[in-house]
């Protein structure tokens, strides 16, 4: 199975990147994991509505472009369905047995997704309803699909 993790932009916090690398390490257990980082474009604190737009359609282009043509696309988004990590878990499990074999997660940027993307997705998929930075995101979402493959296969999380 293969998982696609697309996100908009770099992680620049040495700590991020040393969890993310961290569950990358341990999702290879369980998948073929694929982070693919699109280009963020600048986003200063004060763009227009319409220009808030233009900057998630450009990214939201960039984002189609990685996306492989069959996958089940996830999108995170905060109007999305929230789950317990048994939820999802199940949910993910649902789609191995059902032949996805590829499955792509979208991580927005700092505006979020386009409303394409949103509205064409397979899934939608929030965590909270609280707003987290893009970056962090990327590691929560590892660690939950780690947490994910544990349940799946009745292993123990914690030592």
């Known amino acids: 199975m293969g998982i696609d993790i697309i996100a908009v932009g770099k992680i620049k916090e040495k700590y991020i990147q040393e969890g993310v690398s961290e569950y990358a390490k341990r999702l290879s257990r369980y998948c073929k994991l694929n982070i693919v980082e699109v280009p963020d474009e600048k986003a200063p604190e004060n763009l227009s509505d319409a220009q808030k737009e233009q900057v998630k359609q450009l990214e939201g282009e960039r984002i189609r472009a990685k996306i492989k043509k069959g996958s089940f696309v996830i999108v995170t988004d905060i109007n999305g369905e929230q789950m317990s990590s048994e939820r999802l878990a199940s949910k993910l ?32 998929l929030s965590f909270s309803k609280l707003t987290f930075p893009h970056q962090l995101f990327r590691l929560i979402l590892l660690e939950q699909l780690y947490r994910c493959f544990k349940i799946i296969h009745a292993e123990p999380y914690h030592k």
């Open 93 to 124: 499990n649902e789609l191995i047995l059902s032949g996805k074999n590829d499955i792509t997660i979208v991580i927005g940027g700092s505006l979020g997704l386009c409303d394409e993307l949103v509205k064409n997705a397979d899934m939608r």
